[in-house]
């Protein structure tokens, strides 16, 4: 445990594993004589969902790199790492360890993103009966509040509507008040396969390699959790701002032009194609998102890459990055419990291993199983995808989720599974459920080329568990999706099925159900 002048504390200033501000970390008023920053590891962060040891290493060493930070600017701290208390701490019971002992005068809290760490935080402080200061995450660009008076008397909240309000309200790749380029969303020109030649020449510098600090942590982790996911021997994942900005400058000189055109495509062997990788420094504030964008949309207007790439990942920063945050906020608690196509199916346990026969799934969990990675493609259309048609319970595939990838935090992961991924909120974020056939994964990727299941076939002994859970899917909940007019040519399709072959379909289906 780090310490700093630990007596006649007025103000204990938390600082959590995902709030590491370089700019904003300190309140206007702070007094290093009177104050102190406080920081803690603990053991419940690695351990409520059986985190990969790449999400564990990344945010243990990115707050160690951040410690040393305060450090160098001579400010007050209190700092506990992991190996100096027990296996089972919380960063709630350890904070009413120090409140109990320094008796501050007051807690200083940023708005935690994750609403478990905010319920248990909150509840110990009131507990003890110490003031508690709640200021807003400065990091985004739209506050909670400006988020519930766009919230307001709709009674669906659709993305594009959103990201225009975000763009105009920044000047974010705007002609005055028209959109540049003629278009708000240039999603249509961002959806190509690599066809059967594979991808095109892709960089091979992505990633930061391990410091000294962060080689310490890899070896601790390993020690520490060595049943969790993940083989940190190709841990490359950036730690301080100066870190992750050389990362998006990678990104926006070697990857963005080709970014948009191919950001949907998938192919084996090839884990982080032309993708950003600063999703992770991004959710833990090591990056500002502002600035993310103004660097981006320089590229553009410096002719280094396209409208539509640019516009695409601009997209999924200003846009779908502030609109998960913004639906999380508004209906936590209970959005997490959401299940409203009643999934019942417990998580398949090939989700630990990927060890199974469908080979996309394979691919693309012991990719993330190994490297705590895996793109939005991956995650929505294969993984995701999977789960909503053989209907996994929402709950477990949303642990799993949270569990698996470095970039992932509560407020981000469970909108994204909840909503997007599994429809279990019920249209309150997508307007359909993201269903398919194996045909899409065959168009989007080389995986069914090497597999045992043919994703044109749903019945027999090589139908796809894909393609025939997607027709069992539509049956089993026609009535539901009846009202989604998104929905109407899928479910025109499935009455044109004879019984017959919606019987064999439903047995192909359940035959790969029993199989679990």
């Not at 406080?38 to 945010?59: G, P």
């Not at 999703?279 to 320089?298: F, G, M, Q, S």
């Not at 279990?424 to 056939?437: E, N, Q, R, V």
Request: hydrophobic share 35%.
């Amino acid at each position: 445990m780090t310490k700093s002048g630990t007596t006649n504390v007025r103000r204990l200033v938390v600082v959590l594993g995902d709030q590491l501000d370089y700019q904003r970390y300190c309140p206007n008023d702070f007094n290093p004589h009177q104050d102190m920053f406080w920081m803690a590891e603990a053991t419940e962060e690695s351990t409520h969902v059986l985190s990969n040891k790449h999400r564990i290493v990344y945010f243990l060493s990115s707050m160690r790199h951040f410690r040393d930070y305060l450090e160098v600017q001579n400010l007050p701290l209190i700092y506990h790492e992991l190996s100096s208390h027990d296996t089972d701490s919380s960063l709630s019971s350890i904070l009413e360890t120090d409140i109990n002992r320094l008796k501050p005068q007051e807690i200083y809290l940023k708005q935690p993103g994750d609403y478990r760490v905010r319920t248990s935080l909150i509840k110990v402080i009131e507990k003890l009966g110490v003031p508690l200061t709640i200021a807003e995450d400065e990091s985004f660009l739209c506050s909670q509040d400006q988020f519930k008076d766009h919230a307001s008397n709709r009674k669906v909240l659709r993305l594009e509507f959103f990201y225009r309000e975000i763009r105009r309200r920044h000047n974010i790749l705007m002609d005055n008040d028209k959109p540049v380029g003629g278009e708000w969303n240039f999603d249509k020109n961002n959806r190509e396969s690599f066809g059967k030649k594979g991808p095109p020449s892709i960089p091979e510098n992505q990633g930061t390699k391990p410091d000294k600090i962060t080689q310490e942590v890899i070896q601790f982790v390993d020690a520490r959790f060595p049943d969790h996911p993940g083989k940190l021997d190709n841990f490359n994942w950036p730690v301080t701002p100066s870190d992750a900005e050389a990362q998006l400058d990678r990104f926006i000189e070697q990857c963005l032009p080709l970014y948009g055109r191919f950001q949907d495509a998938m192919w084996t062997g090839q884990n982080t194609l032309f993708h950003s990788l600063v999703a992770a420094p991004l959710n833990l504030r090591l990056l500002d998102p502002l600035k993310v964008v103004r660097k981006v949309e320089t590229a553009y207007y410096e002719e280094r890459a396209p409208i539509a790439a640019v516009e695409g990942f601009i997209r999924q920063v200003v846009g779908w990055r502030e609109y998960v945050r913004g639906i999380y906020n508004l209906h936590m608690p209970n959005y997490r419990t959401h299940n409203h196509l009643k999934a019942h199916i417990s998580l398949p346990s090939f989700f630990w291993s990927g060890k199974t026969d469908m080979a996309c799934m394979s691919s693309c969990l012991t990719q993330v199983l190994e490297t705590g990675y895996g793109h939005h493609i991956q995650r929505l259309m294969v993984i995701g995808l999977y789960s909503l048609l053989v209907g996994v319970r929402p709950d477990e595939i949303n642990d799993w989720f949270l569990a698996s990838y470095v970039d992932a935090v509560d407020w981000v992961t469970t909108p994204n599974v909840i909503g997007m991924s599994q429809f279990a909120d019920g249209g309150l974020m997508a307007s359909k459920p993201y269903s398919a056939t194996g045909a899409y994964i065959n168009r989007m990727s080389n995986y069914c080329a090497s597999c045992r299941y043919n994703p044109k076939e749903s019945t027999g002994p090589n139908a796809c568990p894909f393609t025939s859970s997607y027709w069992a899917f539509l049956d089993r909940h026609r009535e539901a999706l009846s009202s989604n007019q998104r929905m109407s040519m899928q479910l025109r399709n499935l009455s044109r099925m004879d019984d017959q072959r919606l019987k064999d379909i439903r047995k192909a289906a359940d035959s790969h159900l029993h199989q679990l």
